[in-house]
């Protein structure tokens, strides 16, 4: 009976990253079409960058902080250690 437990989580999570991945891919799909139909302002652009700028930094920063690797900080880990 422990193994049909796994086996449906197993399903169950391969399912929803299936779904994660493909609503990803429409909403990038989406906010490009915004542009295409729709006059994009230039708030959006500012709205945006504010929200993901400190985002990105605290991603950043936390993941230094668990792993203390300077060479983290850079592009695609290159030379990572």
Sequence with gaps: MERFRLDVMAIG???LCMIHCAASL???FAIGLLSAFGRVEEVFHLVMLAIIVPVSLLA?????CRHRCIWRWMPCGCKAP
């Design 26 to 28: 429409a909403g990038l």
């Design 13 to 15: 999570l391969s399912s």
């Design 60 to 64: 950043t920063g936390m993941g230094y």
